[in-house]
């Protein structure tokens, strides 16, 4: 049997992964000087010579640059009308940031998006925003824009009509840039979400400390676990602690938590620090929280999975957003009318019990 050929070393080719996969996982520089990054490399290839830290971040430099011209040529050749999406926010360095994303059908009808452009600005107002797109608009050859959709800020209005403007000086919309303007669906969904969970805002509160108690620290959690095994809770989900900003995260933390929530009571037997801890903040998790949050959850998972549809970015949402808006006006009007009838008919209920007939419960 022949023995399987050795394949070719090429330092250049190697050296080329080892830039990509240092910007796909997104590792720090200092990463490829470790000691045990070396003895690891040096014994899978001996004669490949690893990079400073120095020389990584040039070639990283080096890569967005090639990537930038080859980005450049492929919107001149394959984009004609392109829609436009940009986001602003602040990091915990208090530093702002912008991104504008390219979304277009190339000549083969394949739908494609791109991020045009990821850059520090100095404010997030109106203005800020129009010049951050106008050039990257210049940078990119871009001209024709279809829509631009940003999320319901005030600011955003005002950047709108300064953009509208500068493209109706190049004579490149359509209706001259009616329509231009898209607000963003998901986004409209976050604020009425955001705004009913303030109806529960302290429930949700408790149940957060709960949560970011047992997950402080690695004996903390094993006891939460311990808890977990005695009360043979079969979901094999973690309780995840949420982003306070994205409510889609206090979901799926609530609705996890919610799922163990035998175990935070059986804590309370294990863990006398839990019960001391959260007792000088806003307090253990009552009865009537675990309730609140039991009756939004249902209304939680239908703004949830309607974001999840609309939010998608490897097929048109356009279409579907009405849709979903819809779905949801359906689903909590139902949940309405059997919450009114249950209502209704316990009151009714009473009446009879009230003249002397007595109806099973």
Same mark, same amino acid.
């Given at each position: 049997m022949n023995s399987p050929s050795c394949g070719r070393f090429d330092q250049e080719s190697c050296q080329e992964e080892l830039v990509k996969m240092f910007v796909e996982a997104e590792l720090p520089f200092r990463f490829v000087e470790h000691v045990a990054f070396r003895k690891y490399s040096n014994a899978l290839q001996p004669r490949f010579k690893i990079l400073s830290r120095y020389t990584l971040a040039w070639n990283i430099v080096s890569? &967005? !640059?090639?990537?930038?011209?080859?980005? !450049? /040529?492929?919107l001149s050749e394959h984009?004609?009308?392109?829609? #436009?999406t940009t986001d602003a926010w602040t990091s915990p360095?208090?530093?702002s940031y912008m991104c504008l994303t390219a979304h277009f059908i190339d000549n083969d009808w394949i739908l494609h998006k791109k991020i045009s452009n990821?850059?520090?600005?100095?404010?997030?107002?109106? *203005?800020?925003m129009a010049k951050f797109v106008e050039s990257c608009l210049h940078e990119r050859g871009l001209n024709r824009v279809l829509t631009l959709t940003v999320d319901n800020a005030t600011s955003n209005d005002t950047g709108v009509q300064h953009l509208k403007k500068r493209l109706l000086s190049w004579n490149n919309l359509i209706l001259?840039?009616?329509?231009?303007?898209?607000?963003?669906?998901?986004?409209?969904?976050? #604020?009425?979400?955001?705004?009913?969970? /303030?109806e529960i805002d302290n429930s949700v509160l408790r149940i957060r400390a709960a949560v970011k108690y047992i997950r402080s620290s690695p004996s903390r959690f094993m006891k939460f676990k311990e808890c977990v095994e005695k009360q043979n809770i079969e979901y094999k989900g973690h309780i995840c602690l949420d982003v306070e900003t994205r409510w889609n995260s206090t979901y799926l933390m609530l609705d996890a938590?919610?799922?163990?929530?035998?175990?935070?009571? *059986?804590?309370?037997?294990?863990? @006398?620090?839990?019960?001391? *801890?959260l007792g000088k903040g806003i307090g253990l998790p009552s009865y009537e929280d675990w309730e609140y949050v039991e009756s939004i959850l249902p209304f939680l998972n239908i703004f949830y999975e309607a974001t999840l549809?609309?939010?998608? @970015?490897?097929?048109? @949402?356009s279409n579907m957003y009405m849709l979903e808006v819809v779905g949801i006006w359906n689903e909590i009007n139902h949940t309405v009318q059997?919450?009114?009838?249950?209502? &209704? #008919?316990?009151k009714w209920k009473k009446n009879m019990r009230n003249i002397g007939l007595n109806l099973p419960s």
């Open positions: 890569l &967005w !640059n090639a990537k930038k011209i080859y980005l !450049n /040529k492929f984009c004609q009308r392109v829609c #436009l360095q208090n530093k990821f850059h520090q600005v100095i404010s997030h107002t109106g *203005e800020a001259k840039g009616d329509y231009i303007h898209i607000r963003c669906c998901a986004h409209v969904l976050n #604020l009425i979400v955001s705004s009913g969970l /303030k938590a919610l799922k163990h929530k035998k175990a935070f009571d *059986e804590l309370l037997f294990h863990d @006398t620090k839990y019960a001391n *801890e549809h609309i939010s998608g @970015t490897s097929y048109v @949402t059997v919450v009114l009838h249950i209502i &209704w #008919l316990k």
